[in-house]
């Protein structure tokens, strides 16, 4: 699924380390609605592509554009993540002391004055969305347990429904299948697939099976460049692809 409008427009980024450049000349676009996945060897610049989406590394040069005419480019790491892009990192963050359903009640809140909605109860409409999340994440029986008491799988399920009960139009995902059992995998590609369309997702990952099982478009990275973009099928059949896959 390739929609013709762009949710998200990379131009030409540069990011230099003192002097290694870490991405080159990157240019890339994610249509609405699309599911693509980043791959590329260890070092191949896919941190610090979602870094330089996020804003937590500002680009030496080129341009940003969320939604076709909103210029991320500068914007601090908050405003990138009030415009509607949210990112969920490897490691849980997860507020452990607290119930999953505390969690995803903060999470919603939390952009709002912090305080004052906090004391606030929920609405209508915001209970059905945790309720409808926790059912999405297949957390609804373990709601009132303390967060540091899920499975890893379970922890990793809690941050994407933080994400979820945020709403953000755009979703990054840093490995979201490290970790995660077998079935946990397979629920959380059914899960994306079903994601998609209603939110854009960009997916870096290493597990190539996963890539696979959720992938309409896939983008390999290499020495901060785009080595190739088309489906899994198209790329894994690029001889540049394979020699860097195999090291020649
Ligand atoms: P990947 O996520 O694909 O493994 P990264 O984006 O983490 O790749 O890194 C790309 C390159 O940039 C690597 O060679 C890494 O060592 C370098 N790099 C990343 N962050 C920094 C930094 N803060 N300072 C110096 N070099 C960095």
């Known amino acids: 699924r390739k929609t013709t409008d762009p949710v998200l427009q990379l131009e030409k980024i540069n990011v230099t380390f003192d002097s290694f450049c870490a991405l080159t000349d990157l240019s890339l676009s994610i249509g609405v609605g699309e599911l693509r996945c980043v791959i590329g060897p260890n070092g191949a610049g896919k941190t610090t592509l979602m870094d330089i989406i996020t804003g937590k590394t500002r680009p030496d040069s080129g341009k940003l554009t969320y939604d076709q005419n909103i210029d991320l480019t500068g914007m601090s790491p908050v405003e990138i ?3 509607g892009i949210g990112r969920k990192f490897q490691k849980p963050t997860v507020f452990e002391a607290l119930s999953v359903m505390e969690n995803l009640e903060i999470a ?4 709002k ?3 004052t909605s906090l004391r606030a109860k929920l609405n209508g409409e915001q209970r059905d969305r945790i309720d409808e999340v926790l059912q999405q994440l297949r957390l609804t029986e373990y709601r009132h347990h303390p967060s540091g008491l899920l499975s890893h799988g379970q922890k990793q399920f ?3 429904g933080i994400l979820l009960v945020q709403e953000p139009h755009l979703l990054l995902l840093d490995e979201p299948a490290a970790g995660l059992t077998d079935a946990e995998t397979e629920y959380i590609a059914e899960l994306f697939r079903a994601l998609a369309g209603k ?3 960009m997916v870096v990952e290493h597990d190539m099976g996963f890539v696979e099982s959720i992938a309409d478009y896939v983008t390999v990275l290499h020495q901060g460049q785009v080595l190739a973009e088309g ?3 198209q790329v894994q059949a690029n001889e ?9």
């Not at 540049?240 to 020649?248: A, E, K, W």
Request: proline share 0%; hydrophobic share 45%; charged share 20%.
């Open 231 to 233: 489906s899994l099928r």
């Open 158 to 160: 809690l941050e994407i």
């Open 108 to 111: 919603q809140k939390m952009d």
């Open 81 to 83: 993540s009030r415009a």
């Open 240 to 248: 540049q692809v394979i020699n860097v896959y195999l090291g020649r």
């Open 199 to 201: 939110h854009s997702l």
């Open 113 to 115: 004055s912090v305080w």
